[in-house]
């Protein structure tokens, strides 16, 4: 299944004008030079609660940036870049329907044969008083691995980090910087 963690530092808003229903445009790209990973990611604001509109506009933006990875176009573009892992991510202000994780548990296996990563990121807000790190420092308000099964992360009051290994949110006890 594919990977869900939680991103609290409030540093990764949506472009203006982005999202999955926007099924042409690449939302964001970067090179996470902490990783040396590419990371394309895309956003979805709306609740999950459109159905099957909203499930063929997921996977026609995955379309669209396996397309733009694998045909060549990332590369003719930025070819100082070329060979590097590259991670999908879906920003989400909502945990993806059961559906949704469905096909992106799907997806991932599929793109994993391309040495393609796929992760879900739940956008919250900023936390008061929050450490700042980001997920790939494994500071606060990040954490999260790709493992085997569904893996959501969440972060109550700044990080803490535990896991569950299911659909449900793990809520942590502790402090910030507790550990994940």
Sequence with gaps: MVSIREDLTGQNRPPAGSGIERTGMLDAFAHDTREDILVLAMFETRPWEHGERQLWQLQEKLNAYVSFILDGEMKENFPHLAGKPVRIELRASHEPSERALGFLGRARDQLGLQQIGLEVVLIGEQVEGCC?????????????????????????GCCGGASATSSEISRPEGGCCGGH
Excluded at 133 to 156: F, H, I, L, N
Aim: aromatic share 0%; hydrophobic share 10%; charged share 15%.
């Design 132 to 156: 700042g790190g980001g997920a790939s420092q494994g500071g606060c308000c990040g954490g999260g691995s790709s493992g085997p099964e569904t893996e959501v992360r969440d972060q109550s």
